[in-house]
């Protein structure tokens, strides 16, 4: 098994049970629509974590109206219409330092990455870990292809050079991890650790 198997195992696990970030959380929900594999996979552990629940001893909850599930698929579609049924191409995306196109968007710690066909990212080491989602197109790095719904994780340290594959644009989703890199130029070249709370 390698370290991807792991990370996306991991990744989809903490997805069935509600704990990612929101930035991760939407990398997830695409993830998912896009992908038959991600779906398949959701869906498998979403029932695994039910049929826990069964064999939970009840707890009080709080009385709250909450979704139901088809409310939860409604909203959670409604969230991903921008990436989904938006023209992504036609976004006003602005040059980073480093040359490469990106755009924020309204969830935190989620940008846009946009690759034209045969362009190349900068060769980079990451400072704190990063998921991403491809929306469009395709890209390839030293550790693979990625296409249309595949996920790609980076862990602190790894070094790759991202480059565009095929003759169609590519644009990704990336969900960085919260907290600042330890070391490095712009989190070009570091290590990261992730920003602690204090204890109360």
């Not at 779906?39 to 139901?68: D, I, Y």
Request: hydrophobic share 40%.
């Amino acid at each position: 098994m390698s370290s991807h198997d792991n990370a996306y195992s991991a990744f989809m696990l903490d997805y069935a049970a509600g704990v990612l970030p929101p930035a991760e959380r939407l990398v997830a929900d695409l993830h998912r629509v896009l992908s038959p594999a991600g779906a398949l996979n959701a869906q498998l552990l979403e029932s695994v974590g039910g049929l826990m629940l069964e064999e939970a001893t009840p707890q009080a909850v709080n009385p709250q109206p909450h979704l139901g599930a088809q409310d939860a698929i409604g909203a959670a579609s409604s969230r991903l219409d921008p990436y989904l049924k938006r023209d992504l191409i036609a976004l006003k995306w602005r040059k980073s330092i480093f040359g490469v196109k990106t755009l924020k968007t309204n969830t935190p710690m989620a940008s846009l990455l946009r690759l034209d066909p045969g362009e190349r990212a900068p060769g980079h080491s990451h400072g704190r870990r990063d998921v991403t989602v491809v929306l469009r197109g395709s890209y390839a790095d030293e550790f693979g292809v990625y296409e249309r719904g595949d996920l790609a994780f980076a862990e602190p340290g790894m070094k790759h050079q991202p480059r565009a594959v095929g003759g169609e644009t590519c644009v990704c989703l990336v969900a960085e991890e919260a907290g600042r890199p330890l070391l490095g130029f712009f989190g070009l070249f570091g290590v990261g650790v992730k920003k602690q709370k204090d204890a109360a």
